[in-house]
T-cell receptor, first 116, second 117 residues
Framework: GAVVSQHPSWVICKSGTSVKIECRSLDFQATTMFWYRQFPKQSLMLMATSNEGSKATYEQGVEKDKFLINHASLTLSTLTVTSAHPEDSSFYIC????????????FGNGTRLTVT | AQKITQTQPGMFVQEKEAVTLDCTYDTSDQSYGLFWYKQPSSGEMIFLIYQGSYDEQNATEGRYSLNFQKARKSTNLVISASQLGDSAMYFCAMNQAGPGGYNKLIFGAGTRLAVHP
């Protein structure tokens, strides 16, 4: 089945630094990838939709300058948390579809970010 | 606006018994897709089962089946013969059309299932 690889699985960084999270589709091409954020014991909240070769589409309330998304190829999307603060600590998880519009999303294993 | 509602924050079931997790949705679209995902404590999202709005039969995948009632806008997940490994968070989700024609997935609040031996 379709595999999405996310790296790193966890990261600890200091306030003010930037962190980059990579999301790769290993055996399929993904023109669209989705980035979600999940706080402890809460649901997944969509942050933005990453479109290959164009600007990402951000959900309402998500700061585009804070969460930079780049989708440079059909198999790679990156999320960069810029100038991270403790309130950015969360679980970030990416996903992609391998073909049909109603096919299920395949998720990466997520990245747990802790900002100290 | 589309919305997914899971009213059961937590459920428990005895091993080998069946359990039903509730999910209702609200949409004005005629065509839509409904999904269930499992999230163990390790965090990964595991796709379980899908139901299309035009599917006439309830979806089944092994021990998972859906009780899809379109008129009531509900798609309840039934897990038969529960196993200890079924203990996890379960999320109901639905496609929502986004700008550009792609479909994004919105999730319900989730139900935490505990299977007791």
């Amino acid at each position: 089945g379709a595999v999405v690889s996310q790296h790193p699985s966890w990261v600890i960084c200091k306030s003010g630094t930037s962190v980059k999270i990579e999301c790769r589709s290993l055996d399929f091409q993904a023109t669209t990838m989705f980035w979600y954020r999940q706080f402890p014991k809460q649901s997944l909240m969509l942050m933005a939709t990453s479109n290959e070769g164009s600007k990402a589409t951000y959900e309402q309330g998500v700061e585009k300058d804070k969460f930079l998304i780049n989708h440079a190829s059909l198999t790679l999307s990156t999320l960069t948390v810029t100038s991270a603060h403790p309130e950015d600590s969360s679980f970030y998880i990416c996903s992609a579809r391998d073909h049909l519009e109603y096919s299920p999303l395949h998720f990466g294993n997520g990245t747990r970010l802790t900002v100290t | 606006a589309q919305k997914i509602t899971q009213t059961q924050p937590g459920m428990f079931v005895q091993e080998k018994e069946a359990v039903t997790l509730d999910c209702t949705y609200d949409t004005s679209d005629q065509s839509y897709g409904l999904f269930w995902y499992k999230q163990p404590s390790s965090g990964e999202m595991i796709f379980l089962i899908y139901q299309g709005s035009y599917d006439e039969q309830n979806a089944t995948e092994g021990r998972y089946s859906l009780n899809f009632q379109k008129a009531r806008k509900s798609t309840n997940l039934v897990i038969s013969a529960s196993q200890l490994g079924d203990s996890a968070m379960y999320f109901c989700a639905m496609n929502q059309a986004g700008p550009g024609g792609y479909n994004k997935l919105i999730f319900g609040a989730g139900t935490r299932l505990a299977v007791h031996p």
